[in-house]
């Protein structure tokens, strides 16, 4: 089992940044793949950033790319999600996402675990 939870969320202007981060519980964290997703009101959940196992490769959003940065501290059982020159169009709840196929993740949209989510505002 692997227990989720995000922090960090919060409000902020067009052009800011926001760090995000998901603490992770279980024995068992190193060997799953983790990943953002978000899901903003009327529209599906969406994938945003994801990083393996070994945290050697990171994948993204084409929405997010060069903005984003995900990275993982195994010694903390932490991930995180740097946001930088938010958009409002950002705007959504962010869930951090936990999968032992973590690109089968990024294609479905569907992980193995899942936080309780972490509203992120974008002001214009």
């Known amino acids: 089992q692997v227990q989720l939870v995000e922090s960090g969320g919060g409000l902020v202007q067009a052009g800011g940044s926001l760090r995000l981060s998901c603490a992770a519980s279980?024995?068992?964290?190193?060997?799953?793949?983790m990943g953002w997703f978000r899901q903003a009101p009327g529209k599906e959940r969406e994938f945003v950033a994801a990083i393996s196992w070994s945290g050697s490769s990171t994948y993204y959003a084409n929405s997010v790319k060069g903005r984003f940065t995900i990275s993982r501290d195994t010694a903390k059982n932490t991930v995180y999600l740097q946001m930088n020159s938010l958009k409002p169009g950002d705007t959504a709840v962010y869930y951090c996402?936990?999968?032992?196929?973590?690109?089968?993740?990024?294609?479905?949209?569907?992980?193995?675990?899942w936080g309780q989510g972490t509203q992120v505002t974008v002001s214009s």
């Open positions: 996402a936990a999968a032992a196929d973590i690109i089968k993740a990024v294609v479905t949209a569907a992980a193995d675990y």
């Open positions: 279980g024995r068992t964290f190193s060997t799953y793949g």
